[in-house]
C-alpha cells in the first residue's frame, strides 16, 4: 500500500480517537475548553416526597449574544431540554430514593454544568451521638426519620465523628453546626463540608437561622452575626454593662432578642437584625430559662428561680404584664411557648396558659413535679414531669393535655426511677422524644401525637443505629419540608 495512503488513513483514525475523547470529556465533565460560559450553582429550594422545585443561578455567554439554554438531567437521564427560565418543577419523583442530577447550561459552542443532589424521603432526621460511659468521640448522622423494612437496620444517609455538639440548625438542605465550639455549614444531604465558620471565634449556642443569617453567643459573651453562605462576620454586638450574652437567640421582624442566662441580674436587649444596632434593653433581676419568646410583638421570658414571667412590647422594650406568683423551684427548664393567643410557662409544679397580651391565667394545669421539654402541635400540650419513686428517687414521665382548657389527654409514664423522656420534638404527627433508663443510653422514640400510642416500627427498627452504650444527645426532625426543632432552639415555632 503505498505510504502517503498508511499516512493518511493512520491520520483519520487519531482524529477519530481524539474526537472521541473530546466528546467523552464533555459528557463527563460537562464543559469544553473553550469556557465561554462562566459557572453556576443549583440549589433545591422546595420538596415534597414526589416533586421538587430546583433554582440555578444564571451562566452568562461571554463571547457573543445567544441565548444560553439549560438541560436537567437526572439520575443519567434527560428530563427537561432547551429551558431559558433559572427554576423547574420536577414531577412523578419515587419516594424514599436519593438522586443525583445536573443542570446543563450550553451554547452551540460550549457546555457547562452544575450538579446537585435531592433526596425525596418523608422526613430526615438529624441526630448527634456519643458513647456516655467511655471518653470517646461523639457522631453525628442525617437518617430516614421513616424505617421502611421491619427488622433490618436503617442505614445512615451519611454519617461522621465530631464531639461538643450543640442542636444543629436546617435551612433548605444546609446544615449549621456547632462542634468543639466551632461553626461550620454541612450538605444535608451527603453530609460534605460546605465552609468552616470564623477560626477566631468559639461559640456557646447553638446558632438560630434567620434570612439567610445566623445568630450565636460566643464565650466572651457576644452576640456574633454570620453570613450564612459564606460563614463570615457580619458584626458583633456586646452589652456595655450586663455582658455575658449566652441565651439562644430568636428572631422575630428582623430584630434579635437575646440575653444572659443564670445570673442573678442581666438584662434582654433587643438588637437589629441586619446592622446589629441596639434598639433597646430592659434589666431584671433573677436568671431566666435558655430560650426567650419572641411572637406577635411580644416577648415573655420566664424564671424558675424567683417563680416569675414577664411580658415586654418587642418595639419598646416597655414592661406589658410580670406575673410573680408562679412558685419557685430554681429550675428553668421551661421555655415559654407561643399558642393560639396564649403564652405557656411554668417555674414550678403548674403549667400556667396566659394571655399573651395581658397575662390574665386562661387555664392551668397541676403536674405537681417540674414540668420541662415543652412543645406544642395538633391542638395539644405535651411535655415531660418529673415523678417521685421510693427513696425519693426521680424519673421522667411524658405527658399530652388539651391545647383548648389543660385537661390531660394520655401519659407514658416510666416504671421506675432513673427512667427519663426529654428532649421532645412535634412533627407533623408524631412526638419524637429521647428515652433513658438505667441499662440503656438515651434513644429516640416516637409515639402517635393523638393517641399516645408508641410506633412499634420505628422502636423495634430505630433508624439512628446504636450499640448499647452510644447514646442521642440532639437531634432534629424535617418531615414534608417543615423543620421541627426541641423548644429550646433559637429557631423553635
Not at 502517503?4 to 474526537?19: K, V
Not at 464543559?31 to 433545591?44: A, M, P
Amino acid at each position: 500500500m503505498n505510504l502517503r495512503i498508511i499516512t493518511g488513513i493512520c491520520l483519520i483514525f487519531i482524529g477519530l480517537l481524539a474526537c472521541s475523547k473530546s466528546n467523552n470529556e464533555k459528557d463527563n465533565h460537562g464543559q469544553t475548553n473553550k469556557e465561554n460560559l462562566t459557572q453556576f450553582t443549583v440549589r433545591v429550594i422546595e420538596r415534597t416526597p414526589l416533586a421538587a422545585i430546583i433554582q440555578w443561578d444564571s451562566s452568562k455567554n461571554k463571547i457573543n449574544n445567544e441565548l444560553v439554554r439549560y438541560r436537567i438531567i437526572l439520575s443519567n437521564v434527560k428530563i427537561k431540554d432547551s429551558l431559558t427560565g433559572l427554576t423547574d418543577t420536577l414531577l412523578n419523583l419515587e419516594k424514599n430514593k436519593i438522586y443525583s442530577g445536573k443542570v446543563v447550561a450550553f451554547i452551540a459552542s460550549d457546555t457547562t454544568f452544575s450538579e446537585f443532589t435531592l433526596s425525596t424521603y418523608d422526613g430526615q432526621l438529624y441526630a448527634y451521638t456519643k458513647e456516655l460511659s467511655y471518653n470517646t468521640i461523639g457522631r453525628f448522622g442525617g437518617f430516614n426519620a421513616y424505617p421502611v423494612t421491619l427488622g433490618q437496620n436503617q442505614p445512615s444517609m451519611w454519617r461522621f465523628s465530631t464531639d461538643n455538639m450543640l442542636a444543629p440548625t436546617l435551612s433548605n438542605d444546609t446544615i449549621f453546626m456547632v462542634a468543639n465550639y466551632k461553626l461550620q455549614a454541612i450538605n444535608a444531604i451527603t453530609g460534605a463540608n460546605i465552609w468552616q465558620g470564623p477560626v477566631n471565634i468559639s461559640f456557646v449556642t447553638s446558632v438560630t437561622y434567620s434570612a439567610g443569617r445566623l445568630y450565636a453567643c460566643s464565650n466572651t459573651g457576644t452576640l456574633v452575626c454570620v453570613n450564612s453562605s459564606t460563614g463570615q462576620v457580619l458584626w458583633n454586638y456586646t452589652s456595655n454593662t450586663y455582658g455575658d450574652f449566652n441565651s439562644n437567640p430568636v428572631i422575630a421582624n428582623n430584630v434579635v432578642f437575646v440575653a444572659p442566662v443564670n445570673r442573678s441580674i442581666g438584662e434582654v436587649h433587643a438588637v437589629n437584625a441586619t446592622t446589629g444596632q441596639k434598639i433597646w434593653s430592659y434589666g431584671f433581676n433573677n436568671s431566666i430559662c435558655k430560650r426567650p419568646l419572641a411572637t406577635k410583638g411580644v416577648v415573655v421570658i420566664s424564671s424558675g428561680e424567683n417563680g416569675r414571667a414577664f411580658a415586654l412590647d418587642a418595639g419598646t422594650g416597655n414592661l406589658l404584664w410580670n406575673k410573680t406568683d408562679l412558685g419557685q423551684i430554681g429550675l428553668d427548664w421551661f421555655n415559654p411557648v407561643y399558642l393560639d393567643g396564649k403564652v405557656l410557662v411554668s417555674t414550678s409544679g403548674t403549667i400556667y396558659a396566659l394571655d399573651l397580651k395581658t397575662g390574665i391565667q386562661k387555664w392551668r394545669y397541676e403536674s405537681g413535679q417540674t414540668a420541662s421539654y415543652c412543645v406544642t402541635g395538633n391542638d395539644m400540650v405535651y411535655f415531660c414531669k418529673d415523678t417521685t419513686f421510693n427513696a425519693g428517687a426521680y424519673g421522667t414521665n411524658l405527658k399530652a393535655i388539651s391545647a383548648k382548657d389543660g385537661h390531660e389527654v394520655w401519659s407514658q409514664n416510666v416504671g421506675s426511677y432513673g427512667t427519663d423522656y426529654s428532649n421532645l420534638v412535634f412533627a407533623k404527627d408524631k412526638i419524637y422524644a429521647t428515652y433513658r433508663s438505667i441499662m440503656l443510653s438515651p434513644v429516640i422514640v416516637t409515639f402517635n401525637a393523638t393517641t399516645g400510642k408508641m410506633d412499634t416500627k420505628f422502636a423495634n427498627n430505630n433508624p439512628v443505629t446504636l450499640n448499647l452504650y452510644e447514646g442521642v444527645l440532639d437531634f432534629i426532625v424535617k418531615r414534608d419540608g417543615i423543620i421541627c426543632y426541641p423548644s429550646t432552639h433559637g429557631n423553635y415555632q
